[in-house]
């Protein structure tokens, strides 16, 4: 059974923008840190962006300026908006929970494609 449900992947040409939404049950949600990690063929799952439990957000260098992360704590919800999207930011997108205290540390959604092509 999904945990986390991913939506808002697609087709964009560069520079455009999409937003990407990850729902979590709210016992997740409430408890972990919710991320975004991204992964091409042939290479290691790369964290993108992630936001605590208390509201605190990191950004990969690479994103930086382009890509920012935020929750709706009501809707039980996290976003990554991207924008200024590049063709090196195709990829499959996995939204990600994890905590270091509750079991299991990691839940992973099941990946939404982004392909950034003109």
């Known amino acids: 059974q999904a945990q986390l449900v991913e939506s808002g992947g697609g087709l964009v040409q560069p520079g455009g923008s999409l937003r990407l939404s990850c729902a979590a049950p709210?016992?997740?949600?409430?408890?972990?840190?919710m991320g975004w990690y991204r992964q091409v063929p042939g290479k290691e799952r790369e964290l993108v962006a992630a936001v605590s439990s208390g509201g605190n957000t990191l950004t990969a260098d690479s994103v930086k300026g382009r890509f920012s992360i935020s929750k709706d704590n009501a809707k039980n919800t996290v976003y990554l908006q991207m924008n200024s999207l590049k063709p090196e930011d195709t990829a499959v997108y996995y939204c990600?929970?994890?905590?270091?205290?509750?079991?299991?540390?990691?839940?992973w959604g099941q990946g939404t494609q982004v392909t950034v092509s003109s």
């Open positions: 709210g016992s997740i949600f409430s408890r972990y840190a």
């Open positions: 990600n929970a994890h905590s270091v205290t509750f079991r299991p540390y990691d839940y």
